[in-house]
């Protein structure tokens, strides 16, 4: 068994107690499963194993160093959405070549870093990017290798805040004027448009808007072929939702049986950019009760040691996280608002949840908190980035310590 499970009444990941680790590295941390990612980017790379393909790991669900080695070591390419994002897939070891550039705002600066690294696509969102991604390219006598983003109008039925490929989102290029934007490519010697792309949205759950993607990518590569320009490969985007509530999600391999088919007949090797389907449900993160305040008549307060700015989900997106003691004991069972410490009235982790009635001091674990969790924390009210700890063969390591004030301060001059 691999991940965050109970032995006895104990949680433990792959093995090792989250009380004992909470206790050597304290709270708030992040603890992620090694096996569980490998065993997630595995099961992606098994669905398509017949038809050619590349998982580019997205690196905006989770960059630390270590995740990103543990993928590269996998056999996983990156998609990387800033500057930053290239450097930490190079320092992590990922070479140019496995390296695709997406972002719906790329500045000149970041454009020219992957020009000169050679990255093996950058997928453009824009007329305007195609002709900075020309200039840069022209000015260094080379030519870029591109993928268009599509926006295919298409609804990825899940939340608006993470829905990506309606005309009314500000993302790709709109599916009408891309053969237009091809034909003025050819002309164009800075650039060459070797694929397409689309993402439509993140935690989608719901296999027919991806397979309809898919199916607009194929037409167009079709229509693009009959007028000149071969594209090599198309590049269906980030990877499914997972389940954060224990409700049936698709699996991989029902992901690729949907849109295997599609893109078969184009004969196009394709590129996936899989973030959250290989890191979720790989991290928790653990955090103590603080404080426990009455909320009305039946309803408690839980005040943790982390809030949004370890973990902005529940805030952001309205998401739902299981939060569960690390430890189960027998009190009663107890409705109660699970909240952070911060100065915010949505400063919340989990409403509405039965808890066995929580004492200060508790450890809580809050599940499925690899992807869009550390990556988007903060320094809010000078609180410091949690620390993050990866369980790899039976032993916990600390693979990020946690920062301190002098760390934050130490960019004030
Ligand atoms: C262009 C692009 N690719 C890939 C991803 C990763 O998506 P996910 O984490 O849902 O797999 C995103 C995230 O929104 C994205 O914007």
Redesign the pocket.
């Known amino acids: 068994m691999t991940g965050f499970y109970r032995q006895g009444s104990a949680l433990v990941c792959d093995g090792v107690a989250l009380d004992r680790i909470a206790a050597a590295e304290g709270t708030p941390l992040y603890v992620y499963s090694a096996a569980t990612i490998a065993g997630r980017y595995r099961a992606i790379d098994e669905a398509f194993a017949g038809y050619p393909h590349a998982i580019h790991y997205?690196l905006?669900?989770n960059s630390t160093l270590a995740i990103l080695r543990l993928l590269r070591g996998l056999g996983s390419s990156a998609?990387a959405?800033s500057g930053g994002e290239i450097d930490a897939a190079l320092r992590a070891g990922f070479i140019p070549a496995q390296i695709v550039f997406?972002g719906v705002g790329k500045t000149v600066a970041e454009l020219a870093q992957a020009i000169d690294l050679g990255v093996r696509t950058i997928n453009v969102e824009s007329a305007g990017e195609i002709e900075r991604v020309d200039a840069l390219s022209r000015e260094r006598q080379t030519r870029t290798k591109i993928a268009l983003r599509i926006n295919p109008d298409v609804d990825a039925k899940t939340h608006p805040h993470?829905s990506?490929g309606l005309k009314t989102n500000k993302f790709g290029i709109a599916a009408g004027d891309i053969k237009a934007l091809c034909a003025h490519a050819r002309g164009l010697s800075g650039v060459e448009v070797v694929g397409l792309h689309a993402?439509i949205g993140?935690?989608i759950t719901d296999l027919d808007p991806l397979a309809r993607a898919a199916r607009a990518l194929v037409g167009l590569s079709r229509e693009l072929a009959g007028e000149g320009t071969r594209i090599e490969h198309l590049d269906l985007?980030?990877?499914l939702g997972v389940s954060y509530d224990g409700s049936r999600v698709p699996t991989a391999q029902e992901y690729a049986d949907a849109v295997l088919p599609i893109v078969r007949e184009s004969g196009l090797a394709i590129v996936l950019?899989?973030?959250?389907?290989i890191v979720a449900p790989a991290g928790a993160l653990l955090t103590r009760v603080v404080d426990v305040k009455e909320a009305g008549p039946d309803k408690l307060f839980v005040i943790m040691d982390a809030g949004m700015t370890e973990l902005i989900r529940p805030m952001l997106y309205n998401a739902f996280h299981r939060i569960e003691p690390v430890v189960q004991t027998d009190a009663p069972p107890t409705p109660c608002d699970v909240v952070g410490p911060l100065c915010e009235s949505s400063d919340t982790l989990g409403k509405d949840r039965i808890l066995p009635r929580p004492q200060a001091g508790e450890l809580y674990a809050v599940l499925d908190t690899g992807?869009y969790g550390s990556v988007m924390a903060s320094n809010y009210n000078r609180r410091l980035l949690p620390a993050e700890v990866m369980v790899e063969d039976g032993k916990a390591r600390l693979i990020r310590r946690r920062q301190t004030l002098d760390d934050v301060l130490a960019l004030e001059l």
């Open positions: 997205a905006k669900a998609d959405n997406t993470i990506t993402h993140s935690q985007g980030g990877g950019e899989p973030g959250r389907q992807a």
